[in-house]
């Protein structure tokens, strides 16, 4: 986990999630908009998460040595009263995926909802047959709780999407 932090995204960002958003391999394998983003949709989108604190978190992850960019991590729907949150995740540039940064993140993304927020449920929508991002979930400590039958209309096929969760008291981090 030394490798990577996460910080806040700032508008000097914009030039590489609009990148990330439109590469196909992106779009094809998360829940995120099907279509190619332009800049001032994305921009519409910074202005929506850098002017309020909830109930959306999204943090840049960044790689710690040489400071860039490397994707995003997103609690979202936070629910206070609830104590539970929607979590999303992915590394935007290609070389940095397959190599261990999406599980740090990952695990530094849940010790904040955990730790800092005080949240008791994270949770988690992932297409049924993107298996690394599974396998990725399973090693953390998600686990299956159910699936939404074709819920998903993308690359012209429905798409069935699995729920995954974990607790607090789950959590080993």
Do not use: C
Not at 65 to 85: C, E, F, Q, T
């Amino acid at each position: 986990m030394n490798d990577i932090q996460l910080r806040a995204l700032t508008y000097n960002d914009l030039q590489f999630t609009l990148k990330w958003n439109n590469q196909e391999a992106i779009r094809k394998n998360y829940l995120g908009h099907p279509f190619p983003v332009n800049e001032e949709t994305e921009r519409k989108w910074y202005e929506k998460v850098l002017s309020s604190n909830f109930p959306v978190s999204v943090f840049g992850i960044e790689h710690a040595i040489d400071k860039k960019l490397i994707g995003i991590s997103v609690l979202r729907d936070i629910h206070m009263i609830n104590r539970v949150a929607e979590f999303a995740i992915y590394i935007g540039e290609p070389d940095y995926r397959g190599k261990g940064f999406s599980k740090a993140a990952t695990m530094l993304t849940l010790s904040f909802a955990f730790h800092e927020l005080g949240l008791n449920r994270v949770f988690l929508k992932v297409l049924e047959g993107n298996t690394p991002a599974i396998k990725l979930y399973e090693a953390v400590g998600f686990e299956r709780e159910g699936i939404l039958r074709k819920s998903v209309f993308k690359n012209n096929t429905f798409h069935n999407e699995v729920i995954y969760a974990i607790f607090k008291d789950d959590f080993n981090g």
